[in-house]
C-alpha cells in the first residue's frame, strides 16, 4: 500500500491490525497502521534545498596580524581548515534527525593549523 507523499506506509502481513471483539453496535472498529517517515543523506555531495549547509560544511579561519614594522609588514596570513559531515534528515520538512542513520562525526582536512615563523612572512628587501 502506498503511503501519503510524506510517509510510507509499513505492512506487516504476519500481524493482524484490527479489533477482533465482534461486529456489535457497541463495538468501534479499531485500525491501527504504522507510518514511517523518509529519510535521506545530506552532505556537500547530496545536499537538500531545506537543509542549511551550516549543518554539514564549515570553515575555521586562523588569521595572523602583523603590525610596526611600516613598509615591511607583513600581509596578514589567513589559514582555514574545512570541516565536513553527513547528517540524516526528512526530506520533507529539512529537520535534522541527531544520530540518525546517515549522521557522522565532523571531520577537517588537515589536523591543525601550520607553524609560521615571523621571518617566513617577512618581505624580501631589495
Partial sequence: MEGSQNHFYINNPSAD?????????????????????PIIRVDADHPNELVDPSAYSRQINFVVKYDGAGKLTPKDNVQTIDFKRTVTASPIIGKI??????????????????????LDTMPTRR
Avoid at 17 to 37: C, E, H, S, W
Avoid at 97 to 114: A, M, N, V
Fill in 17 to 37: 491490525y484490527y479489533q477482533k471483539d465482534g461486529n456489535t453496535a457497541a463495538t468501534v472498529p479499531v485500525f491501527i497502521i504504522t507510518m514511517k517517515m
Fill in 97 to 118: 534527525i541527531e544520530d540518525g542513520k546517515h549522521t557522522t562525526p565532523w571531520q577537517s582536512d588537515q589536523e591543525s593549523f601550520r607553524f609560521l615563523s615571523c
